[in-house]
């Protein structure tokens, strides 16, 4: 039989060891996320880099302004849509990276609240009598924490979805500007 003192030692130590493999996950998700994003801007800064070259031979070879207008206004179009193309990757790493935050973290509070539970119930199997209340204040507050800690969650989701809608919503308009802006540039 253990006593109180080992039992809350023993929870100490297990819950400080879930917290660091919690930190050790989410700091793996992260190098994940900015691994994603560094491949993303290699890849966009290469095919950049032989895009301008290639549009740079265009403007080098117009042969009068109307010409090189021509060649300016082809290239907004493809430039705009890769502008959008880049936005909509980046959008969804940061989107992935958060999920398997949110996945992580949720997992771990519940973990911890199980034990954080059976440890109260266990605690108060041997607790004095005239305890009673102070057993159902802790169960109350722990009930409390596990809800707010649930609220704040639906909050954090509401707030992300929000910001994807938004940013969807801003992609669009712009894709929906885009053409228009280059068939503008076009007729000048």
């Not at 130590?13 to 998700?29: M, R, V, Y």
């Not at 949110?102 to 004095?128: D, G, Y």
Request: net charge neutral.
């Amino acid at each position: 039989m253990f006593t109180i003192p080992e039992q809350f030692s023993a929870a100490s130590k297990a819950n400080l060891e879930a917290q660091l493999a919690l930190l050790t996950n989410l700091t793996n998700k992260t190098f994940e996320g900015v691994e994603k994003m560094l491949d993303l801007n290699l890849n966009v800064a290469r095919a950049s880099l032989e895009e301008s070259s290639a549009a740079a031979k265009q403007f080098l070879s117009a042969k009068d302004p109307q010409e090189w207008i021509a060649v300016a206004a082809a290239q907004a179009q493809p430039n705009a849509e890769k502008a959008l193309s880049y936005g909509r990757h980046l959008a969804t790493i940061a989107s992935g990276v958060q999920a398997e935050f949110n996945k992580a973290t949720e997992a771990q509070i519940a973990e911890t609240s199980r034990k954080m539970l059976e440890l109260v119930e266990e605690v108060t199997k041997n607790a004095p009598a005239g305890t009673e209340n102070a057993v159902a204040l802790l169960k109350s507050a722990i009930g409390n924490a596990n809800a707010g800690y649930e609220q704040l969650s639906k909050s954090t989701k509401q707030a992300v979805e929000v910001l994807e809608s938004n940013l969807n919503n801003a992609v669009g308009q712009f894709a929906q500007a885009a053409p228009k802006a280059a068939s503008r540039a076009s007729k000048k």
